[in-house]
């Protein structure tokens, strides 16, 4: 899934002519503490509460309050998950999207991309989800494949994201078509595989956001 799919038309951007007022409304109206501003579809920037706070004078222009993470945007043509990364990484609650010609196509809300990573393992049917961390050298998804093959069970979708404390550490998160995971974490424990986090079933079907929230960070995106 890409970052075009995702954009949310309900949270609209603001123009630095637009009063810090106006931002808060928006911003109370739409519960979310950032919204983007834009010029001539040209991205300035992100507004946040805080600053409008710090602002006071609700009659203020935006283009006189300073806006945040006037650098930090993605393309239409980035994978979501890249998109959740950058989010996590600044602590970002929504994340600018530009066209192939940098120009602004609209915003992605953090809570709607986390969502589509739910949904995206609920459609692959029952199953569990397991993060293993490894150095990258180790790394081998047909050994992984094999062990996991020999308890009964198979691997339905896998990706990779690398562990920002140490480039040579990356996090394989599985989901698998079991949610009974005991027996095939035992045997990825006895090949030395080190199993950081686990998911059943329910507890994604179950909207548990700190649930959520905990396999993102495992994710590390």
Do not use: C
């Amino acid at each position: 899934m890409l970052a075009e799919e995702l954009i949310n038309q309900m949270i609209p951007p603001l123009k630095p002519t637009d009063t810090a007022g106006k931002a808060l409304s928006w911003m109370n109206n739409l519960h979310i503490a950032q919204l983007p501003v834009v010029d001539h579809q040209i991205y300035q920037g992100i507004v946040t509460e805080d600053a409008i706070v710090e602002a006071e004078d609700l009659s203020r222009a935006l283009s006189t309050i300073d806006l945040v993470f006037s650098d930090l945007n993605v393309h239409h043509d980035t994978h979501f998950y890249d998109v959740l990364k950058k989010a996590s990484k600044n602590k970002l609650q929504i994340v600018s999207v530009l066209d192939q010609d940098n120009k602004y196509l609209g915003v992605i809300s953090v809570s709607d991309a986390s969502a589509a990573i739910a949904n995206m393992f609920a459609s692959q049917g029952p199953g569990g989800i397991i993060v293993l961390a490894m150095k990258d050298t180790d790394y081998s998804l047909a050994q992984i494949s094999r062990l996991v093959e020999n308890n009964d069970a198979k691997i339905m979708s896998a990706f990779v994201t690398n562990e920002d404390r140490d480039p040579n550490i990356i996090r394989v998160t599985l989901k698998l078509d079991k949610i009974e995971l005991s027996r095939v974490i035992a045997t990825l424990e006895r090949y030395s595989y080190q199993v950081v986090a686990q998911f059943q079933e329910a507890s994604l079907q179950n909207n548990d956001k700190d649930r959520l929230d905990l396999l993102l960070r495992y994710m590390n995106i």
